[in-house]
């Protein structure tokens, strides 16, 4: 009896097709992927600027509360000096229409009030991203 010990030829070339559909999938996504890439790291680094405004501003309110005896004494005072000024790049980036003083806050699944009755509710918006805090006194 006559046994083979390899492979036919159409066993090769399919085998050769596969791998030529394989490897045009993988570069068609690896080459979209690498196109897209520097809009990914421009998100990241948009989005690390409105992190260190907030920052910035997190440690204004921690110096006033510290300068003054552990209470703020008008959160919109506060609003007005510090966080109305804010820019990134010469741009305006408090969301007006969401920052404001507040005595309640009201999310998706309630009302809340502060203990003090006051707070400070801060949007940041920058290149469609959005960073928002509260304060409170």
């Known amino acids: 009896m006559k046994t083979s010990k390899g492979f036919t030829l159409i066993e090769v070339i399919i085998i ?7 490897a045009a999938f993988f570069v068609t996504y690896i080459g979209s ?5 520097p809009a990914a790291a421009g998100l990241v680094g948009d ?3 409105l992190v260190g405004q907030m920052e910035m501003l997190t440690g204004q309110y921690r110096k006033a509360l510290e300068n003054g ?5 008008d959160l919109c005072a506060f609003k007005t000096t510090h966080v109305d000024p804010l820019a ?14 507040v005595y309640t806050m009201t999310d998706g699944t309630g009302t809340y009030t502060t203990e003090s009755g006051r707070a400070l509710l801060v949007t940041l918006t920058y290149k469609g991203q959005r960073l ?5 006194r």
């Open 16 to 22: 050769m097709v596969l791998m030529v559909v394989a």
């Open 33 to 37: 992927a690498y196109t897209r890439s």
């Open 47 to 49: 989005h690390y600027k």
């Open 69 to 73: 005896g552990g209470t703020i004494a």
């Open 88 to 101: 990134i790049d010469g741009v305006s980036i408090v969301d007006s229409s969401r920052t404001s003083c």
């Open 132 to 136: 928002q805090t509260i304060f409170t």
